[in-house]
T-cell receptor, first 114, second 112 residues
């Protein structure tokens, strides 16, 4: 079984500041992928960033970076220089390779204040 | 670039009716997934497929059936709709397991 825990139901950040969204995971599979998705109020799911369990370096995609701490089983998302358009729900997810199953957390609602 | 297309986008059913949701992807992906999202919650996996002709159960499969007769299409069926199945349904695809998934825009389904 695999599990994702997002302990922050809601977060606020001032525009142009950085924010960290927490994600911890549990899995017995040594090979897996960790993902972050953004869901704006319009409802679509937007892929942001991916980290493989064997990747040595933390993933980065523009203003998004993933703080991957394998021993602690955490995969926090860092958004730098927040923008008003970053206001959305953010989901952390895990997908075990060779298993076909994906598990999502309950999400964190981020609100960026002007 | 269509990506993943879901039809219909909205539907209202009466309890006991049946319907099929269609998901089509044009990226030649092997893996396809059906999720449901209830208000204020994350996505829960209903069924998934690792290739044409294959399907498998996810976390919440009861009350749903799926078929993957063609690689590009993944159908989700509700045989006898229940109010508890009111939700937003998302389809997704990926080129292989453990890789990022591409999502459709969702189908909002209400069962009265």
């Amino acid at each position: 079984a695999q599990k994702i825990t997002q302990t922050q139901p809601g977060m606020f950040v001032q525009e142009k500041e950085a924010v960290t969204l927490d994600c911890t995971y549990d899995t017995s599979d040594p090979s897996y992928g960790l993902f972050w998705y953004k869901q704006p109020s319009s409802g679509e799911m937007i892929f942001l960033i991916y980290q493989g369990s064997y990747d040595q370096q933390n993933a980065t995609e523009g203003r998004y970076s993933l703080n991957f701490q394998k021993a602690r089983k955490s995969a926090n998302l860092v958004i730098s220089a927040s923008q008003l358009g970053d206001s959305a729900m953010y989901f952390c997810a895990i997908s075990n390779t060779n298993a076909g199953k994906s598990t999502f957390g309950d999400g964190t609602t981020l609100t960026v204040k002007p | 670039n269509a990506g993943v297309t879901q039809t219909p986008k909205f539907r209202v059913l009466k309890t006991g009716q049946s319907m099929t949701l269609l998901c089509a992807q044009d990226m030649n992906h092997e893996y396809m997934y059906w999720y449901r999202q209830d208000p204020g919650m994350g996505l829960r996996l209903i069924h998934y497929s690792v290739g044409e002709g294959t399907t498998a159960k996810g976390e919440v499969p009861d009350g749903y059936n799926v078929s993957r007769l063609k690689k590009q299409n993944f159908l989700l069926g509700l045989e006898s709709a229940a109010p508890s199945q009111t939700s937003v349904y998302f389809c997704a695809s990926s080129d292989r397991d453990g890789q990022p998934q591409h999502f459709g825009d969702g189908t909002r389904l209400s069962i009265l």
